[in-house]
């Protein structure tokens, strides 16, 4: 499961803020993570400037995820050409990414090479619906992804505090490795209540 979030950097405090109003030179960078579906555990972590693409991002996550992926699952910012090309480069099994809502065939059906995982999936949403394809594909286990983003926002709040990059990457992976290491210690057991 892949998904990105921003964090603040060089950050103003609130009172500032309340008397001279926000700055016009407010910076953050992405926190781009892939995150295991079964463990919950932070599986590579990407820290880029604001302007980078999701797709891009999670073209450097899905390289550097470790051993064999069967799923990945990401909200229609990783729906680029770019991101569907590094998961088949990687073997993916499946690739649960929903298209946008104008989106239009990239290979048609009469083309001899294999048909895309992309255009599967459009098929499949305009023969059933957008809501039964995502029951179908597992597209909700995406969440965890923005579990573990929420986990990492409350336990380590919304900013960074290095000043150069290569600090604020460090940082960055330093956190996640604490929030893996607290997620080994234990999660909570849910289950219905009936």
């Not at 797709?55 to 229609?76: F, K």
Request: aromatic share 6%; hydrophobic share 30%; with cysteine.
């Amino acid at each position: 499961m892949v998904d990105s979030t921003g964090l603040k950097i060089y950050g103003e405090g609130e009172w500032k803020v309340r008397q001279h109003g926000p700055s016009k030179r407010r910076t953050w960078r992405k926190l781009h993570l892939s995150v295991d579906e079964a463990t919950h555990q932070i599986q590579a972590v990407v820290l880029t400037e604001a302007g980078v693409d999701d797709a891009e991002a999670g073209q450097q996550l899905v390289e550097e995820t470790p051993g064999p992926i069967e799923q990945v699952s990401g909200d229609g910012a990783y729906d680029k050409r770019k991101f569907y090309d590094t998961c088949q480069t990687r073997k993916v099994d499946l690739i649960s990414v929903p298209p946008r809502r104008n989106a239009r065939l990239w290979q048609h059906g009469n083309c001899s090479a294999p048909p895309l995982p992309r255009d599967q999936n459009l098929r499949r949403i305009r023969r059933v619906g957008r809501k039964r394809w995502k029951q179908e594909s597992g597209y909700h286990r995406r969440s965890l992804a923005e579990t573990a983003v929420f986990r990492f926002k409350i336990i380590f709040g919304n900013h960074l505090s290095a000043r150069t990059i290569p600090r604020q990457i460090t940082e960055a992976r330093i956190k996640c490795a604490a929030l893996n290491r607290m997620t080994q210690l234990g999660m909570p057991d849910s289950y219905p209540v009936a």
